[in-house]
């Protein structure tokens, strides 16, 4: 085959990671299955991201009324009940048929539902959004499926609306190592770090309303997810 399109390049690229570290793929075994299995582990919780609870308290995220919300790469559903809860109609999307089936099982809240998808690969149903959010799928990115998923953002956010994401933190955890080098490796270290700048280049056809460290706020509403590894940023889309 001679590459002759972006998605022909795109699929070319993917080749290179067969060795299994990119969990961004259907193919092969569930990795995310094993680790949402684990009782211990911190993406095994129910708690909503600290910074989405921030947000709404600063006036940043404003309360659902009718407005709708994707929950990219939603694992076991946390964040995605928690935007039901505050009146979006929330649809979470996974890789992942396991975290999909036991969000559901989960979730008997009104306004939250789940699919199973390749948002990278596959049309995605229910858009556009008001708002969209990633809470660690981002950084498990191969470098030339940003493209892919910027093409997904435009797709699927509405003029004004706001898209939220979350990701490993320099120096915290992640590899920092250029984007040549992995490609030219084929292996994805167990997931890129994204400085504030970086996510600021990357989306840098949105605007850019704040940015920090995942952590509890000082005076805590309600208990949330917090880790000190990862960071935050919030990205409204011109009208």
């Known amino acids: 085959m001679r590459i002759a399109t972006l998605e022909q390049l795109l699929d070319t ?12 793929r259907r193919e092969g075994a569930d990795h995310w299955a094993r680790i949402f299995r684990q009782p ?24 659902g009324g009718g407005r709708t919300a994707l929950d990219l790469g939603c694992g076991l559903g946390r964040n995605t009940r ?19 089936q036991e969000a559901r ?9 789940y ?4 948002v990278l690969r596959e049309p995605l149903a229910g858009g556009p959004f008001d708002l969209i959010y ?22 699927e956010l509405k003029p004004g609306g706001l898209f939220g994401i979350c990701t490993f933190a320099p120096g915290r955890m ?3 190592t250029d984007d040549l080098t992995i490609l030219k490796r084929g292996q994805l270290e167990g997931g890129m770090a994204y400085s504030l700048d970086d996510l600021q280049g990357v989306f840098s056809e949105l ?19 917090a880790m000190d590894f990862l960071h935050a940023a919030l990205f409204r889309r011109p009208v």
């Open 13 to 24: 690229l993917d080749r290179l990671f067969d060795d299994g570290s990119d969990w961004t």
């Open 40 to 63: 211990d582990h911190p993406l095994n919780a129910d708690l909503p991201d600290a910074n989405l609870v921030e947000w709404q308290r600063r006036g940043l995220l404003p309360a």
């Open 82 to 100: 928690w935007l039901a809860a505050q009146g979006y109609q929330a649809t979470g999307v996974d890789l992942s048929s396991y975290a999909v």
């Open 105 to 113: 099982r989960r979730s008997a809240l009104p306004g939250a539902s």
């Open 115 to 118: 699919i199973g998808g390749d």
């Open 134 to 155: 990633d809470s660690g799928c981002f950084h498990h990115l191969p470098p030339h499926r940003r493209l892919s998923y910027l093409s997904v953002v435009r797709a």
């Open 174 to 176: 992640g590899t920092q």
């Open 207 to 225: 605007t850019y309303l704040a940015g920090g460290p995942l952590q509890a706020p000082e005076r805590e509403v309600e208990p949330v997810f």
